[in-house]
């Protein structure tokens, strides 16, 4: 099991940043890679960032490159996201998830352990 905590969310204004940390509880999180997935309401769960498990190695969805951030403290068990130039429709609840290897991995199968979510709200 790897227990998986996020913070960050909340509501902010078009334009603006926010920064999600995802916390693990575990000594296998620097095994892993790690990645975000977002889910806005009425529309299916959509991938957003992953880092490998040494953190040299990154992917982002098309929509979200130069805007968004990935990055990870090992020593941390942390996980970030850092939240650009924020629109409306980047709300969504933001969840963290363990990849089952250790480089980075787009599709939500390749995941095993997944977060509560945090919810991101930009308002126009």
């Known amino acids: 099991q790897l227990p998986l905590v996020e913070s960050g969310g909340g509501l902010v204004q078009a334009g603006g940043s926010l920064r999600l940390s995802c916390t693990a509880s575990?000594?296998?999180?620097?095994?892993?890679?790690m990645g975000w997935f977002r889910q806005a309401p009425g529309k299916g769960r959509e991938f957003v960032a992953t880092i490998s498990s040494t953190g040299r190695s990154t992917s982002y969805a098309d929509s979200m490159l130069g805007r968004f951030t990935i990055s990870r403290d090992n020593a941390k068990n942390t996980v970030y996201l850092q939240l650009n130039t924020l629109k409306p429709d980047d709300t969504a609840v933001y969840y963290c998830a363990a990849a089952r290897g250790m480089t980075p991995a787009t599709l939500a199968w390749q995941y095993d352990y997944w977060g509560q979510g945090t919810q991101v709200t930009v308002s126009s």
């Open positions: 575990g000594p296998t999180f620097s095994t892993k890679a």
